[in-house]
């Protein structure tokens, strides 16, 4: 979930030498271009789930799986692949991460939703738990993320540091049956997507001529 790949990394860091062409060829070779927005839509689905906007549990998740399943984890997949293929291997481990997680969390929702591990999935008890267990796993994968990429440029680390904040306030949102902080989470969902906007305004500019915008110093090495 990230435009830095070995082009646009360049296209950041390296002065303009005339190689016009060369740039705008690399910039449209770049796996954010399909993974960006793709992460972007699911985040507003679950976004707009977790403020409540899109009304009952059950109604909402009818929405938003759909478009989980067949629009932000194939498209993490593709852009996966995509990033492999063209041999940007940071960008093929953040947009895998990010595949593992859309995929796995609506699994875990329908899941739930359609009893598909027996009758005790239903049960309040065991179904927060597994909620739980989900959300903390993710939550120190994402920090261990967050961590490993402190020498991106300071909008990358900006979002994982929104998403790792949305998934405590989940947590701890679902443990304590707190609709307040489930809604708070919501609102740094929609904060992470907006950073996601940016992102991709960034990538898809690039692949169409235009300058890099300004993506900050890195934490680490800037």
Not at 115 to 143: K, M, Y
Not at 171 to 195: D, E, N, Q, R, Y
């Amino acid at each position: 979930m990230t435009t830095i790949d070995a082009q646009s990394t360049a296209a950041h860091a390296a002065p303009d030498t005339g190689s016009g062409a060369d740039d705008a060829a690399a910039a449209g070779a770049n796996p954010a271009l399909v993974g960006v927005p793709t992460f972007v839509i699911g985040s507003v689905a679950l976004g707009l789930y977790l403020v409540g906007f899109t009304g009952s549990s059950s109604t909402a998740l009818v929405g938003m799986l759909p478009i989980l399943f067949m629009c932000t984890g194939i498209g993490q997949l593709v852009a996966t692949v995509w990033a492999v293929r063209v041999g940007a291997g940071a960008p093929a481990a953040i947009f895998g991460i990010f595949t593992g997680f859309w995929l796995s969390f609506a699994v875990l929702a329908t899941s739930l939703g359609a009893d598909w591990f027996g009758p005790t999935s239903t049960d309040t008890a065991v179904a927060t738990g597994a909620q739980e267990t989900f959300l903390l796993t993710w939550l120190i994968g994402i920090v261990v993320l967050t961590l490993a990429s402190l020498r991106l440029p300071a909008a990358f680390t900006l979002l994982f540091v929104l998403i790792d904040a949305a998934l405590l306030l989940v947590l701890l949102g679902t443990s304590s049956g707190s609709t307040g902080l489930l809604f708070v989470g919501g609102v740094v969902v929609f904060a992470f997507a907006l950073v996601g906007v940016y992102l991709f305004v960034d990538a898809l500019g690039q692949a169409t001529g235009g300058k890099p915008l300004p993506m900050g110093k890195p934490i680490i090495g800037g």
